[in-house]
């Protein structure tokens, strides 16, 4: 059983910067492949982000060069990084963790974009 908690969310100005953060407990942390999707009104959960228990991470074309993606196997955190916010960034973030085990699920941070 793996509990995630994310934090870090707001409202921010367009070209503006926000950290994710969701906090693992519960579970050996390292060996889950961890990701943030987002869900925005009316529209589909999609992925943001994932990063492998290797480090390797995968992002979607949207977000290329924008987000970053990153884990601390100290801390059972990952992080999400969005500079450059967009008005289309504004969603629901949810925190994924996935294993051979199981998948988890957090219950999401709030991300608005607007002037």
């Known amino acids: 059983q793996v509990q995630l908690v994310e934090s870090g969310g707001g409202l921010v100005q367009p070209g503006g910067s926000l950290r994710l953060s969701c906090a693992a407990s519960?579970?050996?942390?390292?060996?889950?492949?961890m990701a943030w999707y987002r869900q925005a009104p009316g529209k589909q959960r999609e992925l943001v982000a994932h990063?492998?228990?290797?480090?390797?991470?995968n992002y979607a074309d949207s977000v290329k060069g924008r987000f970053t993606i990153s884990r601390d196997n100290i801390k059972n955190t990952v992080y999400l990084q969005m500079n450059s916010l967009k008005p289309e960034d504004t969603a629901v973030y949810y925190c994924?963790?996935?294993?051979?085990?199981?998948?988890?699920w957090g219950r999401g941070t709030q991300v608005t974009v607007s002037s």
């Open positions: 994924y963790a996935g294993a051979s085990i199981g998948i988890y």
């Open positions: 519960g579970s050996i942390f390292s060996r889950y492949t």
């Open positions: 990063i492998s228990s290797g480090g390797n991470t």
